[in-house]
Structures are given as structure tokens and as C-alpha cells.
């Protein structure tokens, strides 16, 4: 499990004032703020962020040490990260993505499916990205109670019964 978690990523500037255009990945979008101050995912830069106003698809925001439109672009891309113990604990049944990746994926008969790539999120539900040995394309498995009934974060596994035909 990794120290820092991505919270989210600055888009570029927001008008002519050194204001930036934030995307937020937290459950609440609005917390961000709270996870202040944010780093890169090296630790090379931190910043102190403050939410102005939201926006379409995120927040106006000021970082600390930007003050110009120019100086806001060059952010663009920048993902911001947040030390593990600032964050919430979850329930039981709740994790972070970045738990999941890398996590090896098990059917119920104890055969190998392959390694958590990444967990996407395209409106519905997410989905477990999985790369599969032997297949050169990934598999999307819903990332459902009935798909994936187990999670062992310790033994970094996940016991999968995946819909027929999937794999």
C-alpha cells in the first residue's frame, strides 16, 4: 500500500489571475481543500490549495506560489497527492484504488486470472482493469459484490467469479 494517495489533478489556469482549474477524486469532491497541503507524487513540490468557487467538472482554486495565468498553465497535469493518514478510514467493504492495483486476481477454483491494472469508473459502477497472462487485450470485470466477492488486502489477492465468457 503506498504512503500517498492521488486526490486529484490540476487542469490549468482558471482566467487570467494565477487561478488554476483543479479536478477532484475524492468521494466528496469539496474535501480536497481539507487534504491541504497536497504533493507531487515524487514529494519534489507541495502545495497549499483553497478551493474559490466550483466550476464545471471541478473547482476554481488558488494554489500556494502561483500568482499568474502563465505560471497556473505550467501546472496543467500536475496530479496532487495526499499522505495516507490525512485521509479517512474506510468501512470494511470500501477501498482506495490504489489499494486495488497490483493486487493478483484469483478465480473461486484457485486458478490465476491475472494482476489489477487499474479501476476505472465510466458512469455506472467501477470496473477492475485486469491484464491477463496470455491475452494481449485487458479485461473489464464489474467491480461487483457478485464479481468479486472477496478481498484479501494482507495476502494481495482478490477471489473473483467473474460472468461466463469474460476470460
Do not use: W
Not at 52 to 81: H, M, Y
Not at 90 to 109: F, M, N
Not at 137 to 156: E, M, Q, R, S
Request: with cysteine; proline share 6%.
Amino acid at each position: 500500500m503506498s504512503d500517498l494517495i492521488c486526490v486529484g489533478a490540476i487542469a490549468g489556469a482558471f482566467g487570467v489571475r494565477g487561478e488554476i482549474r483543479i479536478k477532484s477524486f475524492c468521494a466528496i469532491p469539496g474535501d480536497i481543500e481539507t487534504y491541504s497541503p497536497l504533493t507531487t507524487e515524487d514529494g519534489s513540490q507541495s502545495y497549499t490549495l483553497t478551493l474559490s468557487r466550483p466550476i464545471n467538472n471541478g473547482f476554481a482554486a488558488n494554489i500556494g506560489g502561483v500568482a499568474t495565468k502563465e505560471q497556473a498553465d505550467a501546472l496543467r497535469g500536475t496530479r496532487l497527492f495526499a499522505r495516507r493518514d490525512q485521509l479517512p478510514s474506510l468501512p470494511d467493504d470500501e477501498y482506495y484504488h490504489t489499494d486495488l492495483i497490483g493486487l493478483e486476481v484469483l478465480d473461486t477454483g484457485g486458478q490465476s486470472l491475472g494482476h489489477v491494472k487499474s479501476v476505472q469508473n465510466h458512469g455506472a459502477a467501477d470496473l477492475l482493469e485486469i491484464h491477463a497472462p496470455g491475452m494481449k487485450d485487458t479485461v473489464l470485470l464489474p467491480f461487483t459484490l457478485v464479481a468479486v466477492p472477496t478481498i484479501d488486502l494482507t495476502a494481495g489477492r482478490i477471489i473473483a467469479d467473474p460472468p461466463d465468457g469474460l476470460f
